[in-house]
């Protein structure tokens, strides 16, 4: 009798091309992602060793971090970005690779690459970005490598890998009104630990999570990296292979069938072992916030801020007083009703089309604070043309909000776009560090919801109450 598998157990032995031993293997790897902050780099690195691009057509580019997102943008709009565009430009056309440039599908690499269908279940991704764990929310296994580990996927269309521990977490339950997959995230990692995925892949499970929108389980899988995941999984389901079907690379019509029956059998066996297995009932996570400088301080909006004097470990209490320090808060204090002065929605984790309508349905009809400057950046072309195609881009700059065009921006702050030093900003993205949204940034993680509230109020509030 056959041995019971994991899902990314079943993914991982259909693409191995060599036991490399000593719990190595080297994977083939069916899609790999480009962008322009490491792609140009890569290729160019590839080029001096003498080496080509082994298969360009199972790789796919786009300019994302460094791109300015400046209503009328053009590739030399941003100064800091417009020699990386270039690059990619440039290298990507000797290379025979396809580039998802301005007014031809650009966007944040993880939100056009699952938009298109490039991503689809049982595929192996890479990409030279530690959030590649998104694409795991369409039932595909994902590694985020450096640059070097990108020269070596474009020259052999392989990676070498170690084989990982296996991680489930159930979630059970029924979310509270308001919660979204953010908040339950955010709760986890809060929870777990920002190293509590550590080593392993994460494959989320469980009827809160197969509730969820194809949307929602990519932000919940973009966060994994936030855990310290080295990838997330959700089996593939009728709820994905409706979302995936008529996309411009998935299968059409009976090839599309006959997908559909292999993905059905790469759900995790019933009997299959984890090293790690967990079950959380979601039914007490309520609508979350960052209050620190790491994703594991996280405070419910409706609680105080946890108070390092309550800490017994010396180590966690200092960081606690460095990271109040930084932020400028106070232990013990609810953080409800702290004033802010920026709000960012956006970035692979939240700038998708059902990211957007959930911060639209709060601003409706009402107004930013005038002391707030709030940004709205979709994900992608695709989700910008749309959200135009509904208004939403009217009801954001009727509030009183920037309507831009697509590209990670504030997240990453590659581009130039910052927050002053000083400013506190509500950000949908999904990293609080240190310097993150630019120097002395203060940022704090919410969802699109709780953003959009905050921007309203000018404060930090609880959705609903603005």
């Not at 580990?149 to 308001?178: F, N, S, W, Y």
């Not at 831009?404 to 900003?425: H, I, K, Q, T, Y």
């Amino acid at each position: 009798m056959a041995k019971p598998k994991t899902m990314a157990e079943k993914i991982w032995e259909q693409h191995v091309v060599r036991d490399l031993g000593d719990g190595w293997d080297l994977l083939h790897i069916d899609r790999h992602l480009l962008h322009d902050l490491t792609g140009a780099a890569a290729l160019k690195a590839l080029a001096q060793r003498g080496l080509t691009v082994r298969n360009p057509e199972l790789c796919f580019a786009t300019p994302d971090h460094a791109v300015s997102t400046l209503p009328g943008r053009t590739a030399t709009t941003s100064a800091v970005g417009a020699g990386l565009h270039q690059g990619l430009r440039d290298a990507t056309s000797a290379a025979g690779i396809r580039l998802f440039d301005f007014d031809a599908g650009q966007g944040i690499v993880h939100v056009m690459a699952p938009e298109l269908g490039l991503i689809l279940p049982g595929f192996t991704i890479a990409c030279g970005d530690s959030h590649t764990c998104t694409n795991g929310g369409m039932g595909a296994l994902t590694f985020g490598i450096g640059t070097s580990e990108c020269v070596h996927v474009l020259a052999t269309q392989t990676l070498r890998q170690r084989r990982p521990k296996m991680m489930r977490i159930t979630l059970d339950g029924t979310l509270a009104r308001g919660v979204t997959p953010k908040d339950v995230i955010l709760h986890l990692i809060g929870r777990l630990g920002s190293a509590g995925g550590k080593g392993h892949i994460v494959e989320f499970a469980g009827p809160v999570v197969r509730a969820m929108e194809v949307d929602g389980r990519l932000t919940l899988c973009n966060l994994a990296a936030e855990m310290g995941a080295r990838a997330a999984l959700i089996a593939p389901d009728d709820r994905l292979f409706a979302y995936l079907e008529g996309r411009s690379f998935t299968p059409h019509g009976a090839a599309f069938d006959a997908a559909v029956a292999q993905w059905r059998r790469l759900a995790s066996d019933e009997d299959a072992r984890f090293d790690v297995d967990l079950t959380i009932d979601v039914g007490d996570v309520r609508p979350t916030i960052s209050w620190g400088t790491n994703p594991e301080q996280v405070v419910a909006i409706d609680q105080p801020i946890p108070d390092p004097r309550h800490e017994s470990d010396a180590a966690r209490r200092a960081a606690m007083e460095e990271a109040l320090a930084y932020m400028g808060l106070e232990g013990g204090v609810r953080i409800a009703g702290t004033p802010i002065q920026w709000v960012f929605i956006g970035s692979c984790a939240n700038s998708r089309l059902s990211d957007l309508r959930e911060a639209a349905a709060i601003v409706r009809g009402k107004h930013a604070a005038a002391h707030v400057t709030a940004w709205v950046v979709p994900g992608s072309e695709a989700v910008r043309r749309a959200a135009e195609a509904e208004g939403l881009d009217r009801v954001f700059t009727d509030a009183g909000f920037q309507w831009r065009e697509p590209g990670c921006s504030l997240c990453v702050a590659a581009n130039g776009d910052r927050v002053p030093r000083g400013a506190r900003c509500v950000s949908t993205s999904n990293r609080n560090f240190v310097g993150r949204q630019g120097p002395g940034a203060r940022t704090h993680l919410a969802s699109p919801a709780v953003a959009a509230a905050a921007a309203i109020a000018g404060a930090i509030v609880d959705v609903g109450r603005t």
